[in-house]
Nanobody, 129 residues
Framework: QVQLVESGGGLVQAGGSLRLSCAVS????????MGWFRQAPGSEEREFVA?????????SYSDSVKGRFSISRDNAKSTLYLQMNSLKPEDTAVYYC?????????????????????WGQGTQVTVSS
């Protein structure tokens, strides 16, 4: 079993920055693909934000965050990161980290929420205008 705990969310003004972290515990012997998703207020959809392969050799981003957000990981620390710059009010959402722990050492990325089998509890990001 894999446990994911996000941190780093908060309230920030438009144009500001935040760095989210996701601490991984449990099955950490083999790294596996991970990603960030978000769910905006009033939305039932969990939107793809970014993804990273098992060893960080590949990253993918949604068009809405490309050029502003950066996903990275430190496997030695079992931690996933999301650096968010130039934040906009429309980035306001609960941000979730996710893991596909059944695909260890996979060199690709996953985009769909149903491709992930472990989720954190989420961290709130609020961007004021």
């Amino acid at each position: 079993q894999v446990q994911l705990v996000e941190s780093g969310g908060g309230l920030v003004q438009a144009g500001g920055s935040l760095r989210l972290s996701c601490a991984v515990s449990g099955r950490t012997f083999d790294p596996y693909p991970m990603g960030w998703f978000r769910q905006a207020p009033g939305s039932e959809e969990r939107e793809f934000v970014a993804a990273i392969s098992s060893r960080g050799e590949k990253t993918s981003y949604s068009d809405s965050v490309k050029g502003r957000f950066s996903i990275s990981r430190d496997n030695a620390k079992s931690t996933l990161y999301l650096q968010m710059n130039s934040l906009k009010p429309e980035d306001t959402a609960v941000y979730y980290c996710a893991a596909r722990h059944t695909a260890p050492r996979y060199s690709g990325t996953y985009y769909q929420y149903y491709e992930y089998n472990s989720w954190g509890q989420g961290t709130q990001v609020t961007v004021s205008s």
